[in-house]
């Protein structure tokens, strides 16, 4: 399949507005393709983007350094057929001010606020001024991802509480307002939702995020490939594997480091594996949700199970640290692998006895069916991602639409629904371990054998890579860029739950306030994810 | 007629020492259903000792109300629980209210528990006294249903009464009681915060209608209204046991009948005490929206037991 036979009409579409590309590599950031463009065109970009029938994938800024001039670099990636295209500008660093993308995209707002909060780009026309990363600590003139910011930062002696973030207001009769977190009952991570309702009938909702930033891309800066691909591991806890794997993928690409065959199967191995884990404890803690606890403890049973596994296999419950530049840690003990097969065996039979319980009952699926709907409609608007989107219609997965190996080798059968409610996504989510279950097998049969790590090549100042990995939340962007010493410029990590969250907003309105557990369970966030 | 009132205080003792109890084996039968390993059947105590030695926390803008209602909800669950026959019948405080004063004590706790859960002003608190009152406003007038079909066949709305005429007509199958049964059934598991109405064990508090009320309690005050809930899980499992079954209760007076009676109760709720959990383990919780249908159900079986009543039975 011949990829990018889109982009010659794209680029006549950007000469018809008069946008003028500079410069394109189809090397730089390969397989995606990077372009630059005048900061004057940028809105007009995203407005080409849009006509295109391109989804918007991610936003980040960068400091591009310089003596005389200062600049800073925002880049864009957008995907069209399972390509990705990368359109990047650069803004001086006095008057850092862009079009915004928002009003093509509602996909960018937050991406854009967070690039204007630690970076100072400015974007007119943005609809939503407020801050969104930065809360209170952070004068209004410090940028902290900034070169010249110091990664200590300038603690103020107390945080001041972040008290006055003027959330939307309704008025009207009857219109009462539930301000709920940011800290929750239950060990969950921080997060403030301010709920206007009539009734028990929710009339919106508005997420704040932000109290779990960690400032992972301001400590980044400057680590070794090695310490870099430990960070990404910690990005999100439940993803580590996938984030990781994007890290190395991106240092990988940029270097042009070959890895070895075993080592990619063995990395496939482990995001599988993560993400049946997660759909396990998931599909559990949505059914206890509705008070359904027997559902949760069985699967809480099944995915202790196969979290011991996990730590046959690579030494950690949760695979952290098994994914390192040019490979993977540590060769599994034979016997881990051999074990393997019967446990999918066992995890199949079980589940199916389980989903057998959960089908028969029509209390179960009262709840789930109907609540929390998402349109495909508003999830294409929003430019939601894994099975969020797979249950409402959209049928985008990285491992399918655009491959990379190992999966490049086999077809990944991508199971979609269109009804978008919770139950929808329950489902999919359980076809999704199915599919996993298989791919593990041929995985399994076919694993190479060989040399399991290969040492990063030498880099080259400013190399940069770009890796996308398909995580059990969906698609994952990183990029990295590299000094000449091979420690690391910029790092950037693009979580699902960008993406993700803004669809819980849209998913409960006119939905019942106690429904609520059970619609945002059924998204899953993460918080830690998107916060960076 | 002294040995009648010690033999009153005795039951009522025992029925709120052993409220706990109850909880205690509901939970240890919930968690065998859901192949958990139980906590003991005492934890309960364990956990009232621990919230009574613990420091009692109010937030600043708490009123008088909020320090008064642990003590009003507990003392009128006190008092419906000695009146309630549990053991032995006829019983001197047995004379002391009849079943509408016993509905109307439940509804005392639940109106202070109400404006308890609004007094501090949190989202959480309001919301969870809004489905109180929404729930209760339901239920009651189908538990008042159910239990007058019972007192139109007795003649009475004493209740101890009323178990001594059921007693002395032998066993006959009634419909009304079929249908009144039902409907308490159906009433009790809303009243005492069960799923599929309430979740007891949920921590979500957006989903909570009991919890929500009580969150800003702690110490003392948390012991007291989790004991009277323990209680008032007891009272109507006691109340469907006697009512309908009362076979087996104590109608002489002695320390030996009241042991007898305490042991045949003890019996019949650990019983009842089985289905709730089987109930609770084979059921998700229902919409909130779905439970004014479900109590308009409650009412609509009382009612019906009532008019077979009047039609078949009556005359």
Redesign the interface.
Known sequence: MSRFDWLSEWLARCEDEHILIRRGSARTLAPAHLVECDPEDWGRIAAVARDFGCRWVALWGSDEGGEETPALGVQVAFEYGGDHLVVRTRVPRATPVLSSHSPWFAAADRPERHCQDLFGVVFLDHPDARRWTRHGAWGDGDYPLRKDFAAAGQPPAETPPDQDYPFLAARGEGV?????GPVH??IIEPGHFRFQAVG?TILNLEERLGYVHKGIEKIAEGRTPEALARLAGRISGDTTVAHAWAACMALERATRTPVPGRALFLRALAAERERIANHLGDIGAI?N??????AQ??FS?LREDWLRGNQRLCGHRLLMDWVVPGGIARDPDPSALAAMAAELDRLEAELAELYAILDD?P??E??LSGTGRLTEATARQLGTLGYVARASGLAFDLRAQAPYPPYDTLEVEVPVLEQGDVLARVRVRREEIRVSLALMRRFLAELPAGEIRQPLAPAVAGVEGLGLVEGWRGEILAHVRLHADGTIDRFFARDPSWLNWPALERIVRNN??????VCNKSVNGSYSGQDL | MMRDWLLALAQALIFIALAPLLAGWVKWVKCH????VAPPLWQPYRDLRKLMAKEVVIAEQASPIFRAVPYIVFSSTLMVAAVIPSAMINLPTSRVGDVIVLVGLLALGRFFLALAGMDIGT??G??GSS?EVTVASLAEPAMLMAIFTLTMTAGSTNLSAAIDHILASGFVLRPSFAFALSGLVLVAIAETGR??VD?P???????MIHEAMILEYSGRHLGLIEWAAQIKLMIYGVLLANIFFPWGIATRHSAGWLLVGSLVIGLKLVLLGLCLPVAE?????????RVPQYLSLAFLLSLLGMLSHIILEAG
């Open positions: 009462y307002e539930i301000p709920v009952a239950g028990e059914c949700d509705v008070g359904f606890a027997f403890y069985q049973r009952n209390s179960l009262d709840r019942i306030v106690p429904d609520f557990p | 259903l859901q192949n958990r989202a959480f309001g919301m489905r799923i599929p979740n064990a949920t921590h979500l508090e957006l989903t383990t084979v059921m998700a919780k229902m919409r909130l929206f």
